[in-house]
């Protein structure tokens, strides 16, 4: 039986950022505009953790169950280890999912019916992730569903569920948030290319091999940075977003070096500190300013 520690473990704590900065990125849109409203944004922040909690735990069981965890260089998994049983991970996934939508559902009561449809589709963009028989995580589309789901769909969702609108200052920070949580994903994938191609696992890391998978990284990060001086338009205080940058750069240092397995890890939490910190210091500048 998986101890205490293990099931933390499990969660994967540091992904906690791609859930946390899209509610912090839109609830600064939505304030931007105006309508901020904390106790929507807290519910949206308990719609986003469950998300990605219960998406950590499903892919801990898909990809355990298929042994694609067997060799792997990156944290702890439960199935793969044997330390928590199938079954177990399983069920620890739909509870995450299911407080997700207890919260989303209040949401959609007090805001729009049709945001449950939304909900019902990102809870299975989460399992289908790498569950199911064709899994899209498994096909080379795992990065398009990290942006399209905690970057367009998260902060354009909780601007509107405070704001009952979104525009042009939400789409400019979703897009940011979207291209550095997709970095960390690709980061992620480029660590496990060697792993992930002996066990078919074809993730567009796979596909594109390792040079251009490096320079895809780059691209990623230097996105949000660019999305700050788009904001500029807004409020000259989006510039605060620059004070993610010194992130950023370490986040890809690695990366740019050649780095592989083990020594990738520091990649992956500095992208979602650079994420962290891009959403905390724009929120309140587009609040504020």
């Not at 298929?66 to 439960?78: F, Q």
């Not at 997709?182 to 040079?211: F, M, S």
């Not at 605060?240 to 050649?258: C, E, Q, S, T």
Request: charged content about 10%.
């Amino acid at each position: 039986m998986a101890t205490a520690g293990q099931w933390l473990e499990g969660a994967r704590p540091r992904t906690l950022p791609n859930a946390i900065a899209p509610v912090l990125a839109g609830t600064g849109a939505a304030a931007w505009l105006g309508e901020a409203v904390w106790w929507k944004a807290l519910l949206a922040l308990v719609v986003a953790l469950g998300l990605i909690i219960g998406v950590n735990f499903a892919n801990d069981y898909s990809d355990g169950i298929r042994g694609t965890d067997d060799e792997r260089v990156g944290p702890m998994r439960l199935v793969g280890s044997g330390a928590a049983s199938p079954g177990a991970v399983k069920r620890a996934a739909f509870v995450c999912f299911a407080i997700a939508a207890v919260a989303g559902l209040a949401l959609a009561v007090t805001t729009a019916w049709w945001l449950v449809l939304v909900g019902a589709v990102c809870i299975a963009g989460a399992w289908y992730y790498t569950g199911g028989k064709n899994p899209y995580g498994y096909s080379g589309f795992g990065e398009i569903g990290v942006f399209v789901f905690f970057g367009l769909v998260a902060v354009l969702g909780t601007q509107f569920v405070q704001a009952g609108r979104v525009d042009w200052v939400g789409l400019a920070c979703a897009v940011a948030v979207g291209s550095i949580s997709t970095a960390v994903l690709v980061t992620n994938n480029l660590r496990d290319i060697a792993t992930d191609a002996e066990t078919g696992k074809r993730t567009l890391a796979v596909k594109l091999g390792d040079p251009r998978t490096r320079t895809l990284h780059l691209v990623l990060v230097v996105v949000p940075f660019v999305m700050s001086l788009v904001l500029v338009a807004a409020t000259p205080w989006a510039l605060a977003g620059f004070l993610a940058a010194p992130f950023a750069v370490r986040a890809h240092k690695p990366v740019r070096a050649g780095a592989l397995g083990l020594a990738l890890i520091p990649a992956l939490s500095d992208s979602g500190v650079a994420m962290l910190v891009w959403a905390v210091a724009t929120a309140p500048a587009l609040a504020f300013g």
